[in-house]
Antibody, heavy 116, light 113 residues
Framework: EVKLQQSGDELVRPGASVKMSCKAS????????MHWVKQSPGQGLEWIGT????????SYNQKFKGKATLTADKSSNTAYMELSRLTSEDSAVYYC?????????WGQGASVTVSS | DIVMTQTPSSQAVSAGEKVTMSCKSSQSLLYNENKKNYLAWYQQKPGQSPKLLIYWASTRESGVPDRFIGSGSGTDFTLTISSVQAEDLAVYYC?????????FGGGTKLELK
């Protein structure tokens, strides 16, 4: 069974950074890309970027360049996303999702709340 | 960026009804070399992660009931639920994967009448 297990919810101060993880199991990690998607409260879905773990290549939505940094650790089958200089606009649920073209498996989501 | 526009934004339905929802893209999602439309549909139930329903505009993901039917080509696409069940109440999103950045429509929320 394909599973993407995301790290827990975070409460962070404005201006801080947060790094979340997405541990993959049930498939060969390097056979697929990993996407990250943002869902602001009561809103739709917004693609942040994708990483191809096999060749460590990333592609970002221009809107999130400088905000999000995607990495992957092939040895632990884990993808990471770091969000920097957090503001209230970054409060959202963040999902990792497997796939090159379509996103055929999703993590459970991780909520980030930015508040002082 | 390709803009995806979904209508309606919400729809009240009764169990057993046939439902259709629309997704339009700002440019064609049909890749001429393979004649495939780079369009997917996802379902998101309350409190859950999105789930892939349909890709290539009309191919159902494994395990998706056959009451979910995707159609359309180019810039105009439709998701039809032939007979809505209570468990289908959710928000449905279309998404293009023709190019980067990947973009989603704003969603269509199915509610009980």
């Amino acid at each position: 069974e394909v599973k993407l297990q995301q790290s827990g919810d975070e409460l962070v101060r404005p201006g801080a950074s947060v790094k979340m993880s997405c541990k993959a199991s049930g498939y060969t990690f390097t056979d697929y890309a990993m996407h990250w998607v943002k869902q602001s409260p009561g809103q739709g879905l917004e693609w942040i970027g994708t990483i191809i773990p096999l060749i460590d290549t990333t592609s970002y939505n221009q809107k999130f360049k400088g905000k999000a940094t995607l990495t992957a650790d092939k040895s632990s089958n884990t993808a990471y996303m770091e969000l920097s200089r957090l503001t209230s606009e970054d409060s959202a649920v963040y999902y990792c999702a497997r796939g090159y073209e379509v996103m055929d498996a999703w993590g459970q989501g991780a909520s980030v709340t930015v508040s002082s | 960026d390709i803009v995806m526009t979904q209508t309606p934004s919400s729809q009240a339905v009764s169990a057993g009804e046939k439902v259709t929802m629309s997704c339009k893209s700002s440019q064609s999602l049909l890749y001429n070399e393979n004649k495939k439309n780079y369009l997917a549909w996802y379902q998101q139930k309350p409190g859950q992660s999105p789930k892939l329903l349909i890709y290539w505009a009309s191919t159902r993901e494994s395990g998706v009931p056959d009451r979910f039917i995707g159609s359309g080509s180019g810039t105009d696409f439709t998701l039809t639920i032939s007979s809505v069940q209570a468990e289908d109440l959710a928000v449905y999103y279309c998404q293009q994967y023709y190019n980067f950045p990947r973009t989603f429509g704003g969603g269509t929320k199915l509610e009980l009448k």
